[in-house]
């Protein structure tokens, strides 16, 4: 038990020759044997796996040359994954904002290209942890209290869900098995972070790549909301949302996320990121300060009333570790910047309450698919209990993606998993974000992580009426990946936590 009043685990190895227990010779010979044997078995699997690879590689350039080249890309980032298990970590959390818009199965059969690469370098990390075991290096896991929760809310988004429908008779649909793995997608990620980064200095590197990244999502974002240098026309090859092009000239930022609301939270998750660092000295405070301005002008560039309001909720959240009056010296000037250079966007969206309504099209939109489509079915029959169905979505060809998808996160918990899983997602919540606070307290790298995660989190607990933001790709596995960061374990200053 630390001092920060946590229960935190690490994986624990411990090498045989470190060990006086089990070194040779102290050994019991029923021990050394089994483990000879062992050697020998892990021996004869890595020879045959090679030998494989080998053949594999010969059959690739005869009959496939032009996969040649991929298949030696694929190989160097296995090689190097296998040596420095970081750079696993390190390519997640750098590439997947650049790619998470890519339409599934559009480069990749079945797969987003983003979940390709977690595949990758988490198959890479789970064979060298295999090949390690066969030196006795035998690693203990052990779940602590905030992995519980993730996994509990990843269960009641699969296993009850998929039962209740084999109790009412019903059958699953590719949707409802596809959603249903979903948060057990971002707990695998979670997981790939977790054992790649091992020290602080890790941390930094990965808060700085990811840093980074949104630094060319909101740049992006913000040349396409004011659709200039052709970045519409540049998106629309693989960054088109189901093929449908009218959805880049909207004048709203999707940029590489290929939706607008994930570009928002991206960019104030990384802001806390950038004012966490900015308080505890660590970086040049130019470029810091130079990002955070692009980071608000990025989530304004959304055209999401949702974004503006979690990040004046992500601002409060923020004020209790860094003081009100240096944040307002970085965003009250990125508002106003924002707000010039954005006119044209700020004026779309203002146009949209001249309706008889007096609401934009929008807003009445998501009202009315949500008393059509998925409310009514809730509210019947108990269904709201245990939930409908996981699919998030149901198909509609009056709409141009063909279908309509639940645009309000707290209905979409009901629907996926009643009760349980808004339960278990609440207490997922309390659980991180206590830790959070507790960590975004410490003066080093592991607090400026843990500062993103709370305020994230704080601001995602209101928006999550509008919209599903948790799950949001790009900013969904930017979060997952920092609550890995942010681990007790990695801080060198828990002492100095109140």
């Known amino acids: 038990m630390s001092k920060l009043g946590l229960d935190e685990r690490d994986v624990q190895v411990t090498a045989e020759a470190t060990n006086p227990d089990v070194r040779l010779g102290s050994a019991p010979p029923r021990w050394g044997m089994r483990q000879a044997e062992s050697r020998r078995l892990g021996s004869r699997a890595i020879g045959g796996a090679c030998i494989a690879a080998v053949i594999g590689c010969g059959l690739v350039l005869i009959y496939l040359p032009s996969k040649a080249l991929l298949l030696f890309v694929v ?18 959390i750098f590439i997947t904002p650049l790619i998470a818009g890519i339409d599934r199965g559009s480069v990749i059969p079945f797969f987003r ?11 890479t990390l789970v064979l060298r ?12 896991f052990r779940l602590d209290r905030l992995e519980w929760a993730f996994v509990a809310m990843a269960t009641c988004s699969s296993v009850i869900p998929l039962l209740w429908l084999y109790v009412r008779d019903l059958h699953p649909t590719s949707d409802d098995l596809l959603y249903s793995l979903v948060l057990w997608k971002y707990f695998g990620l979670y997981l790939l972070v977790r054992f790649s980064i091992r020290t602080a200095d890790e941390v930094r590197r990965a808060l700085w790549l990811s840093l980074w ?41 999707s940029s590489l996320l290929s939706l607008p609301a994930a ?41 999401e009333f949702s974004t503006v309001i979690a990040l004046l909720i992500a601002g409060v959240a923020m004020s209790f570790f860094i003081g009100g009056g240096r944040l307002l010296k970085v965003i009250v000037p990125s508002v106003a910047i924002g707000g010039y250079a954005l006119r044209p966007v700020i004026e779309d969206r203002l146009a949209g309450f001249q309706t008889s309504t007096g609401l934009p099209v929008s807003w009445t939109g998501r009202l009315n698919n949500l008393r059509t489509f998925f409310w009514p079915q809730l509210f019947s029959n108990w269904n709201w209990l245990l939930g409908v169905r996981p699919a998030a979505r149901v198909p509609d060809s009056g709409q141009a993606f063909g279908y309509v998808w639940i645009e309000s996160g707290y209905t979409w918990l009901l629907w996926g998993g009643g009760v349980p899983l808004l339960a278990s997602y609440f207490w997922f919540v309390w659980v991180a974000m206590r830790r959070a606070w507790k960590l ?20 995602q607990l209101i928006v999550m009426w509008f919209d599903p933001h948790l799950t949001y790709r790009g900013s969904g596995d930017a979060l997952f990946a920092l609550l890995a960061l942010a681990r007790p374990s990695l801080s060198r200053s828990t002492e100095h936590v109140a």
Do not use: W
């Not at 190989?75 to 390190?90: E, H, S, T």
């Not at 942890?129 to 203990?140: D, E, L, S, W, Y």
């Not at 396409?224 to 949302?241: C, D, E, H, K, V």
């Not at 975004?440 to 601001?459: K, M, N, Q, R, W």
């Open 129 to 140: 942890g295999t090949v390690r075991m066969r030196t006795g290096q035998f690693p203990r």
């Open 440 to 459: 975004a307290h410490v003066p080093d790298i592991v607090g400026v992580a843990a500062l993103g995660v709370f305020a994230t989190l704080a601001s």
């Open 113 to 123: 290209p983003n979940e390709a690469i977690d595949l990758l370098v988490g198959g």
């Open 213 to 253: 990244a949104c630094a060319v999502v909101c740049l992006v974002a913000i040349l396409q909301s004011l659709n200039l240098f052709g970045i519409p026309g540049m998106l629309s090859r693989y960054y088109a949302p189901f093929g449908v092009d009218g959805a880049l000239t909207i004048a709203r930022g």
């Open 263 to 303: 570009v928002g939270d991206l960019a104030i998750l990384n802001l806390a990121i950038v004012a966490g660092m900015f308080v505890r000295g660590i970086g040049d405070k130019r470029i810091l300060g130079g990002l955070a301005g692009l980071f608000v002008i990025g989530a304004l560039s959304a055209g």
């Open 75 to 92: 190989a160097g980032i296995m090689i190097a994954v296998y040596r420095r298990p970081a750079l696993a970590a390190y390519m997640v």
